[in-house]
Every structure is written in C-alpha cells, then in structure tokens.
C-alpha cells in the first residue's frame, strides 16, 4: 500500500472545499489513491440544468484520464456534506454513475480498490467490487 488512509482522506476533506454547489448547498470531495503514491483530487461541480452536474469521484477520474495517468487504483476516498459541515453527518459513498466511472479506471489497472466511505464518527471500506458486483467494463467489450 503505497497511499496512507488518513492522508487520503483530508485530500478528499481538502477537495470538499472546493466544491462549486450553489444549488443543493451540498459539498463532495473525493481522492483517489495510486500505486505510485499518487493522488488524484475532485469536488463536485453542479450545474443549473441539475443533470449536467458531475460528482467529485467523476471529475477526478475525468482528471485522471485527460492527464494521461493509467496507473493502478488501490483505493478511494469520499467525503461530503452541507457547505461548512462536510463530514460531519453519516459516511457518503459513491452514487451509482461513480461506481461505474471508477469500474473503469479499476479494470484498466486491473485492481479492486478499496472505497474509504467517510463520515463523522466512522469510515466504512469496502472493495469497489461489493459496491458495484458484477460490474461491466473494458473487458466485457473484447
């Protein structure tokens, strides 16, 4: 393991700050954590036409890929919260599109990560695998 779990999550803390959500109020961060030790941040961007918002987990991964990066994924970590209060409430986990969106990076990598769900008084793992169970991805398309 070459991320450390609680660096991982103030880099999703960190992300939450920069969150653009002017309509729901409610901030998400999310990191990503690489084989090589890298991370990768995002916040969530919403949008006045409310299905063009893009989820923190979405907006990283968009990152990710646009920079070329195809390394191996080892682990995931979500935070939010209402503007002020971000982790404060119950832990968050990725929304279904973000399961998907991160199946992918996963399969390039052939990794199963581990989602860090975080909330105030506990931080739920679990695989992205059990998130997202029989999940389709690039090698269902060879």
Not at 52 to 77: F, H, I, M, N, P
Not at 106 to 129: F, H, K, Y
Request: hydrophobic share 50%.
């Amino acid at each position: 393991m070459s991320w450390d779990r609680d660096s991982l999550i103030a880099a999703a803390l960190a992300a939450a700050d920069k969150a653009y959500a002017p309509y729901s109020g409610f901030h998400v961060g999310a990191a990503l954590g690489f084989a090589d030790g890298s991370v990768v941040t995002g916040a969530n961007v919403e949008n006045a036409s409310y299905g063009l918002t893009l989820c923190a987990e979405t907006v990283a991964v968009g990152k990710l890929l646009s920079d070329g990066q195809r390394g191996k994924l080892e682990a995931v970590a979500v935070v939010g919260g209402k503007a002020g209060a971000v982790g404060v409430g119950a832990p968050v986990s990725p929304c279904g599109r973000c399961r998907q969106v991160l199946n992918e990076v996963a399969q390039l990598g052939g990794t199963d990560p581990i989602v860090l769900c975080v909330g105030a008084d506990a931080v739920l793992e679990v695989r992205l695998s059990a998130l997202l169970p029989h999940a389709f991805g690039p090698a269902n398309l060879v």
